[in-house]
């Protein structure tokens, strides 16, 4: 198994560029989850998924958006990028029902000038 | 309003010797505990966790310790190696109110192990 991919690993965009970052799980997990970490900080959850057809938004959902139309893939979509969405981005995924770990991919870093 | 705190935010220790990583929250809806370690360029990856009902859980070298009443958790790792030198994260979730597994992330304590 691949576990949580992620695609870009690396990009640079200019203000007001969109983009979609790219998240796939081979692992048939349900729950699916959007982080941000920017430096010195903690992960905060932007949009989260527990199903295919099923998002929510999480602590951080503004300037982002989300969809899910299979139980593999969870893109998030940055419209009309801002300096302040220069962040590293995780993606990451969890079991259905009692099991709490979530497992993360390796990350986009992203930085918008 | 920060609901995890790790309020060093860096620790250094000498191989061999026991680290101590600790970890306060605030909101007592949390009864899921659980701490990663972080790599730089990499993905967090799940290191160990602790249910509310127990105030112990050990997995090799690497021991999580809660506290309920203090609202506190700590990560003790004995002995140190070198390769523990990471940032971990402290989390926490609430299994009640509709949470659907989310967590709550502390800002991380980078470890470094000198050998």
């Known amino acids: 198994n691949a576990g949580v991919t992620q695609t870009p690993k690396f990009r640079i965009l200019k203000i007001g560029q969109s983009m979609t970052l790219q998240c796939t799980q081979d692992?048939?997990?349900?729950?699916m989850y959007w982080y941000r970490q920017d430096p010195g900080m903690g992960l905060k959850l932007i949009y989260y998924?527990?199903?295919?057809?099923?998002?929510d938004k999480g602590e951080v959902p503004n300037g982002y958006n989300v969809s899910r139309s299979t139980t593999e893939d969870f893109p998030l979509r940055l419209e009309l990028a801002a300096p302040s969405q220069t962040s590293v981005y995780f993606c990451?995924?969890?079991?259905?029902?009692?099991?709490?770990?979530?497992?993360f991919g390796p990350g986009t870093r992203l930085t918008v000038t | 309003d920060q609901q995890v705190k790790q309020n060093s935010p860096s620790l250094s220790v000498q191989e061999g010797r026991i680290s101590i990583l600790n970890c306060d929250y605030t909101?007592?809806?949390?009864?899921?505990f659980l701490w990663y370690k972080k790599y730089p360029a990499e993905g967090p990856t799940f290191l160990i966790s602790?249910?509310?009902?127990?105030d112990k859980n050990e997995d090799g070298r690497f021991t999580v310790f809660l506290n309920k009443s203090a609202k506190h958790l700590s990560l003790h790792i004995v002995p140190s190696q070198p390769g523990d030198s990471a940032v971990y994260f402290c989390?926490?979730?609430?299994?009640?109110?509709?949470?659907?597994?989310?967590?709550?992330f502390g800002k991380g304590t980078l470890l470094t192990v000198n050998p």
């Open positions: 990451a995924s969890k079991y259905s029902g009692g099991f709490w770990e979530q497992y």
């Open positions: 692992m048939n997990h349900n729950y």
């Open positions: 998924s527990v199903g295919a057809g099923i998002t």
């Open positions: 909101n007592s809806m949390f009864d899921y």
């Open positions: 602790i249910s509310s009902i127990k």
């Open positions: 989390a926490a979730s609430a299994s009640s109110g509709g949470s659907n597994y989310k967590l709550t």
